[in-house]
């Protein structure tokens, strides 16, 4: 058998990813924005943008970026406040468009989640229908990747946005591995990408001529994940109830903070919402991390681990106290963020990923 037959099994993965979500469902809510720049928040003087329409990303305009720079970019930009209760709707109704086909449905969040329709001729032809089923349902738009794991099917959903679809299947996996830029592998950011290219790693054909040992010495724990994913390596099933690993709430000022005082206050607000997120989800952690984000924008984390699992409002806001006044903030402050983490989650051991299973090519077409 070939490497190349020994490295994929008979899974069928589907990837779907809706279409500038937050920013396409404003656009189809109001008529009079549909093919102008729109930016999903952002539109205060200290706002983050949560979400650009296709016509704002012409202008550089990304997610997660200031707003004020946004506007720089594009000084005709459209603010749109974000409405998550209208966007979980359309959520739930695309999600129960993926459980018309199959139970094994896993949210990544409300715009995208994987699929697994192992047991169809196509899962190509399951994908076609899916996104042809959401513009019929929703007029929205959705992308989808398609083939035998969750990593190749997410890469793939952004090849061809928007409105469109990738098919990898088995034979054409590798070549299109060693053809990629690092940069578009999932799980490889920005400071990891730039210590490749140091290392003289571009492709995928770069960083499969390495030896595990070497990624290792590189890269750590990832190194045995990038050493398998360059191979189309990547176990993970599709999960339909995916296990939190922590449960965290944060928020933006609108103007800096400069006193511990002033952020014990936010910290009661902070620790109330928290306490209540993790009772609806009967949670409990035993590790409080507290978020500092610092008027230049430098980040910095505290955190305590206990013997025990804390879940109250009172235990959360004494200890977050504590982590508060741990050390001198450097700066003024711009935001702040509480997690738990370290759950009362029962875990699951994954397949692991050290070993190159000798999987069967499918038989069926893809």
Request: with cysteine.
């Amino acid at each position: 058998m070939s490497e190349q037959e020994s490295t994929f099994n008979s899974r069928k993965i589907i990837h779907i990813d809706m279409d500038a979500f937050f920013a396409s469902v404003e656009q189809l809510d109001h008529p009079q924005w549909r093919g102008k720049p729109l930016a999903v928040g952002g539109g205060s003087e200290r706002g983050v943008v949560a979400a650009a329409s296709y016509e704002a990303r012409k202008f550089g305009v990304r997610s997660a970026m200031n707003g004020r720079r946004a506007k720089e970019l594009c000084p005709h930009l459209i603010f749109a406040k974000a409405r998550f209760e209208r966007y979980k709707e359309l959520s739930e109704t695309i999600r129960a468009l993926f459980l018309e086909y199959t139970p094994l449905v896993e949210p990544l969040s409300l715009d995208e989640a994987y699929l697994d329709v192992s047991d169809y001729p196509s899962a190509t032809l399951i994908a076609e229908e899916i996104r042809k089923k959401i513009k019929a349902k929703t007029q929205l738009t959705a992308s989808a990747g398609i083939s035998t794991n969750k990593f190749l099917a997410k890469i793939a959903s952004d090849w061809n946005k928007p409105d469109g679809q990738k098919t990898l299947p088995p034979e054409e996996i590798i070549p299109f591995l060693e053809s990629l830029d690092v940069k578009k592998f999932h799980g490889i950011g920005q400071k990891t990408k730039l210590k490749m290219y140091h290392l003289g790693i571009y492709t995928g054909k770069d960083l499969k001529a390495h030896s595990l040992s070497f990624l290792h010495a590189h890269f750590g724990k990832s190194g045995a994940y990038y050493y398998n994913v360059v191979r189309g390596i990547h176990n993970s099933p599709v999960k339909p109830h995916r296990t939190p690993k922590s449960v965290g709430i944060e928020r933006t000022f609108s103007s800096n903070l400069s006193s511990e005082l002033f952020l014990e206050d936010k910290l009661k607000e902070l620790a109330h919402s928290l306490a209540q997120r993790v009772k609806k989800n009967s949670l409990a952690g035993k590790t409080l991390t507290l978020k500092i984000k610092y008027s230049d924008f430098v980040q910095q984390t505290r955190s305590k681990t206990g013997k025990f699992y804390i879940a109250t409002y009172e235990l959360i806001l004494e200890e977050a106290i504590k982590l508060l006044y741990q050390e001198k903030l450097q700066n003024s402050v711009r935001l702040i963020g509480l997690s738990l983490s370290n759950l009362n989650t029962k875990k699951t051991k994954e397949p692991s990923l050290k070993k190159i299973p000798k999987w069967e090519q499918l038989s069926l077409p893809f």
